[in-house]
């Protein structure tokens, strides 16, 4: 199983950016996926989820009409657009496979990805 994901990099505060996650060796849309993120010295959290059919989405209350969730079945892969970004937003972003096929937020999580940086600085 790979989860492999792209579209880091340099943004200025107050930009954008749209992650992608590309999944292959699992049965992608029998997954919820998800979104988490590490920043320097603290611990890796949720910042968002989206069930098996792309309906069911979740949000980190601190990032809620910032950032949006999507997936396309089709093509085995997994979005995060997040707008109007912060110094606070830098880390490394980690795509995540759940074991429950609703929910990623507080599950098992059956597969990571190696993440993506993400830096905001000016």
């Known amino acids: 199983v790979q989860l492999v994901e792209s579209g880091g990099g340099l943004v200025q505060p107050g930009g954008s950016l749209r992650l992608s996650c590309v999944a292959s060796?699992?049965?992608?849309?029998?997954?919820?996926m998800g979104w988490f993120r590490q920043a320097p010295g603290k611990e890796r959290e949720f910042v968002a989820g989206?069930?098996?059919?792309?309906?069911?989405?979740k949000f980190a209350d601190s990032l809620k009409g910032r950032v949006t969730i999507s997936r396309d079945n089709a093509k085995n892969t997994l979005y995060l657009q997040m707008n109007n970004l912060k110094r606070e937003d830098t880390a490394v972003y980690y795509c995540?496979?759940?074991?429950?096929?609703?929910?990623?937020?507080?599950?098992?999580?059956?597969?990571w990805g190696q993440g993506t940086q993400v830096t905001i600085s000016s």
């Open positions: 989206v069930g098996w059919s792309g309906t069911l989405k």
């Open positions: 060796g699992l049965s992608f849309s029998s997954y919820s």
């Open positions: 995540a496979a759940g074991s429950d096929p609703y929910y990623i937020q507080d599950r098992p999580i059956a597969f």
